[in-house]
């Protein structure tokens, strides 16, 4: 028989404070040898350095007694909690969080959860586990129900299923919601302090359409800073970097001009005096001048292969490969440090090549527009699909989509995702594509799937990668007719080019072909190097976090 070890100390579950996760649990126990370890790890938890913390910030009194549960483990189909108040707004509805299996996954942050609300019949907001049918999330609220009803207070339940019965693992008060004369107002809303800064300042909305966490803006923002000052230092341009604040819980952006202040454009005959004037500016425009005559984009390009790509693929396969678990609060303490500095690295290395890349793309712009007459779409087509025609998560993208294409029993399943077949069923109906789905996982699992870190990466919600297969083939994705269209329209766009050039001098056929040429290099590489220096790298930093 397997066995369930919790603790249960005298300081959990008051009214200010539940404990929930400071102290240890043990699933799975089995044996004398194993229980004996698990009820030490129980009673040793009351002094790890969370839960000192959490009673130092919360209570006056030291540690209390620590009693430690046994109880017979629930296999179970499904489990979770369930709050009998809603726990956000206040309203009196129950919300029932479920996961697939045991709800050490769920407590722990491993897996994100089914979410329904239960008024006069349960409502499904966020479904990614299937893990309960609507009949299913009725008992669980009902049980829940009983429960508030015995204790004559909003509690909070753990509970699971097995087979045919639900079964109530733990309750305790729900310790966060706030009441005035007896109204309950749900959780606390804490104020966000708007502190506007001097300066023009312009909200970011392209890659943060959200306001920004405080645990992603407590690193992300000087990062980005600091890795464009680097940019502008490398080039030359007359600008010192892009500022970026969180006004609000908003992104905003400022460009910082030389000398950090805001001040109106000087007119062009004092801008050349300027410049004769101060060295500063002068060495600024030395610096742009030897970007374009070195070929900086080149030089960078290869440092991205020779240098920047291994380094960042050895430290990220360390650094994912590395059993968190094992570590003590000081090694992770370290560790946390070791990977804040692989997220730095990365950010500098994504800004510096970015924005050279982005010169090169622009340059080809400007050169087609000059020579060709031609806009911006057009001179896309020049670079059409290159960017993910090298990028090794595409690939292996288009690879299990292909799988899903060649077996018909697969697209059915998949067609019926959510529905009446849970993500572990369509996974496991192809052998092929299972072995291929957990490598895919395992390789590319821990990639940010945004740029911030408090959202769930790729591998812990296996079921956005379904979905995407689905989505392609609702395109009617063909990943090998898509790759030849797409170089038919390179071909033809300079196959156009080249004919209109056919008329005009060599040193203008020999600027588009050596423009073409470095903004190719640079788009290529475009998808990949995003990957490694920023969606893989917050991937391994929410990882290490979770943990923590």
């Known amino acids: 028989m397997l066995l369930a070890v919790r603790s249960s100390s005298l300081n959990e579950d008051l009214s200010t404070s539940s404990f929930a996760g400071q102290y240890e649990t043990v699933l799975g126990v089995k044996g004398r040898g194993e229980l004996e370890e698990a009820v030490k790890r129980c009673w040793l938890s009351v002094f790890n350095r969370g839960a000192k913390a959490y009673r130092r910030d919360r209570l006056s009194e030291g540690p209390s007694e620590m009693a430690v549960l046994i109880q017979r483990l629930i296999r179970a189909d499904a489990s979770g909690v369930a709050f009998t108040v809603n726990p956000v707004t206040g309203a009196k509805e129950v919300a029932v969080n479920s996961v697939r299996g045991l709800g050490d996954r769920l407590v722990s942050g491993s897996a994100i959860p089914d979410e329904w609300l239960v008024g006069e019949r349960p409502v499904c907001v966020n479904k990614v586990e299937n893990a309960l049918s609507e009949g299913q999330v009725d008992e669980v609220a009902r049980l829940a129900k009983k429960v508030e009803s015995h204790f004559g207070s909003p509690q909070d339940i753990e509970w699971a ?259 009446s077949m849970r993500p572990d069923e369509v996974i496991s109906i192809n052998p092929a594509f299972r072995e291929r789905f957990d490598l895919y996982l395992k390789d590319f699992g821990t990639t940010a799937l945004s740029y911030e870190v408090i959202d769930p990466t790729v591998g812990e919600i296996p079921l956005v990668l379904l979905k995407l297969i689905r989505d392609q083939m609702a395109l009617n994705y063909d990943p090998t007719a898509k790759a030849n269209a797409l170089q038919e329209r390179r071909n033809s766009a300079e196959k156009e080019a080249m004919e209109r050039l056919r008329s005009l001098p060599q040193d203008t056929k020999t600027r588009f072909t050596k423009t073409l040429r470095r903004a190719r290099a640079a788009y290529a590489i475009r998808d990949e190097e995003v990957f490694y220096t920023e969606n893989l790298a917050d991937g391994i930093f929410r990882r290490v976090l979770l943990e923590v």
Not at 241 to 251: A, C, E, N, S
Not at 375 to 391: F, Y
Request: aromatic share 6%.
């Open 161 to 419: 299923i097995a087979g045919e019965e639900v079964f109530l693992l733990q309750a305790r008060p729900i310790t966060t919601m706030v009441t005035t004369e007896g109204k309950n107002m749900g959780a606390q809303r804490i104020p966000i302090p708007i502190v506007v800064p001097e300066g023009h300042w312009i909200r970011q909305k392209e890659h943060f359409p959200k306001p920004m966490s405080p645990m992603h803006a407590s690193y992300a923002l000087t990062m980005m800073t600091d890795s464009i000052r680097l940019l502008m230092n490398d080039v030359g341009l007359p600008i010192e970097t892009i500022d970026f604040r969180l006004i609000g819980g908003w992104v905003y952006e400022r460009i910082v001009p030389p000398g950090g202040k805001d001040r109106h454009p000087p007119p062009a005959w004092l801008l050349r005096i300027l410049v004769h004037l101060f060295p500063s500016s002068r060495s600024r425009l030395r610096k742009m001048v030897e970007t374009v005559r070195a070929d900086l984009t080149s030089r960078y390009l290869e440092r991205w292969n020779d240098e920047w790509k291994p380094e960042l693929v050895k430290k990220s396969k360390e650094l994912v490969d590395l059993n968190l678990a094992s570590l003590t609060d000081d090694q992770l303490e370290t560790h946390v440090s070791a990977t804040l500095e692989h997220v730095r690295r990365g950010k500098e290395i994504h800004f510096r090549y970015m924005g050279l890349g982005l010169l090169a793309v622009g340059d080809l712009a400007i050169t087609c527009q000059e020579i060709l007459g031609w806009d911006n779409m057009r001179v896309l087509d020049l670079l059409a699909g290159l960017s993910e025609k090298d990028c090794e998560p595409s690939q292996r993208l288009a690879e299990l989509v292909q799988l899903v294409l060649d077996d018909k029993n697969l697209q059915d399943a998949i067609w019926r995702l959510n529905q």
